[in-house]
């Protein structure tokens, strides 16, 4: 069974910095692409970073680009994600989720953690 | 960006009631789309991938249709365990968006 795990979330004061992990299980974490994904209070889901299986590409949306790092310890089945320089607006349930890639080209999250609260506030 | 323009923003449906939400691309996205389902206080769950392909377990009242810019979630026969919101996602191309949600209450 798949499972994802999230941890490290919690209150920080804007400017500061927070790493969220996700251990993973169930699967062969080095073969699969994974992704952050956040969903402020009552709002809607806004994708934030991907890593590839092997960690050598990544991507980011721009609101974060530069203040955030994913990566990915492979040996541990470990996803990370560095948040520096903090924003009230980054304020939300953070959701560590696999990528599914079928066929190589239809991609999208075919499993998702429970999610870890990040609150941004002095 | 892509944006996805998804309809109704909620929704009321009477038990047994097939109901339909919408989502709309701001560009082709060659159906690289896929619909989730989210109960309250929930993490997402995947229904549907590339547009129409049920995800494993899921319950076969739920379809996906849809190409191009245009794309459908339909729900046949509406059950008690059906509510929730649903998002649509994009993943043609980066960055990956969602849709802005549909509630679905039973009426």
Redo the contacts between chains.
């Keep these: 069974e798949v499972q994802l795990v999230e941890s490290g979330g919690g209150l920080v004061q804007p400017g500061r910095s927070m790493k969220l992990s996700c251990a993973a299980s169930g699967f062969t974490f080095s073969n699969y692409g994974m992704a952050w994904v956040r969903q402020a209070p009552t709002k809607?889901?806004?994708?934030v970073a991907?890593i590839s299986y092997d960690g050598s590409s990544t991507?980011y949306?721009?609101s974060v680009k530069g203040r955030f790092t994913i990566s990915r310890d492979n040996a541990k089945s470990t996803l990370y994600l560095q948040m520096n320089s903090l924003r009230s607006e980054d304020t939300a349930t953070y959701?560590c989720t696999r990528v599914?890639d079928?066929?190589l080209?239809?991609?999208?999250?075919?499993?998702?953690?429970?999610?870890t609260m990040v609150t941004v506030s002095s | 960006d892509i944006q996805m323009t998804q309809s109704p923003a909620s929704l009321s449906a009477s038990l047994g009631e097939t109901i339909s939400i919408e989502c709309r691309a701001s560009e082709d996205i060659?159906?690289?789309l896929?619909w989730?389902q989210q109960k309250s206080g929930?993490?997402?769950?995947?229904l549907i991938?590339?547009a129409n392909?049920l995800?494993d377990g899921v319950p076969s009242r739920f379809s996906g249709s849809g190409s191009g810019t245009q794309y459908s979630l339909k729900i046949s026969g509406m059950q008690p365990e059906d509510e929730g919101d649903y998002?649509c996602?994009q993943?043609?191309k980066?960055?990956?968006?969602?849709?802005?949600?549909t509630k679905l209450e039973l009426k």
Excluded at chain 1, 44 to 47: I, P, R
């Design positions: 809607g889901l806004e994708w991907t991507y949306r721009d959701y599914e079928w066929e080209f239809y991609w999208y999250f075919d499993f998702w953690g429970p999610g | 060659y159906s690289n896929a989730y929930k993490s997402p769950q995947l991938y590339a392909r995800q998002f996602l993943g043609s980066f960055p990956w968006t969602f849709g802005g949600g």
